[in-house]
């Protein structure tokens, strides 16, 4: 079956990549695919699966992990192989981790280099798995990466917490999205803060600031719609090497 538009999704069992998967999997004639940890024989891919659909439109998982070099070009090609994918419209690189809270002088070098490994290498790798399907693209290609407003150097004041590995991940993936846009002559590549989102990572980052889930200020599905509303009218020219918000306003490095 052809769909009028493909969208992979990666971290989408819970969460804003959840929340995407299912705002995809709500428009006609679109294939939505779900890159989870768990694969598509787990408990975690039946919810997902089940989840409803418009006319014409299928949710289907891959195993995805973000921290595993070789993952997103397993990834591809089980899409490839077993669902028939050739061609990717939209990709957007969700997963991510934060682990560690606490001031830098405590930051372990090993839980520095796994947040580089998942935030930043992770993203790398699914680009370099996913272009080529990206650029068979009929439409306008796009791949998004979820970052953070903690990796902006000029917003430091702004978020007083105490996450050196996660922060400097982020600030690093924001110089990806920023490189890989130059190097594309088509391909749209946007860095995207998704505001603090009352996720159980957003809640856990308010807790270590000394606030409550009450003070994280968006919802998931304030989120999701000003994430998606804005991957529609993204544009290479205008908005691509950036790094934008959910509510459509440039954030400074």
Known sequence: MSYQTTVLVTGAKAGIGKGLLEAYASRPNTLAVAAIRNGPESPEALAL???????????????YDAGDKSSAVNLVEYLTRTHGIKTLDIVVANAG?????????????????????????????LY?????????????????????????????????????AYGTSKAAVNWVASRIHREEDRL????????????????????????????????????????VSFFDKADRSAHGGKFWDQKGEQVPW
């Open 97 to 125: 981790i934060l682990k560690h809270y606490g001031p830098a002088k405590e930051a372990r070098s090993e839980l520095i280099e796994e947040h580089f490994r998942v935030n930043t290498v992770g993203p790398i790798l």
């Open 188 to 227: 749209v590549v946007i860095a995207m803060q998704p505001g603090w989102v009352t996720t159980d990572m957003g809640i856990r980052a308010a807790e270590s600031a000394g606030l409550t889930a009450a003070d994280v200020p968006v919802s998931i599905e304030e989120s999701v719609g000003g994430l």
């Open 128 to 164: 370099q798995a996913t272009r080529t399907l990206l650029l068979a693209s009929t439409q306008q290609p796009k791949f998004f990466i979820i970052s953070s407003s903690i990796g902006s150097n000029a917003l430091q004041d702004n978020f007083p917490l105490e996450v050196l």
């Open 49 to 63: 699966t089940s989840l409803p659909t418009a006319q014409g439109s299928k949710i289907v998982v891959g195993q």
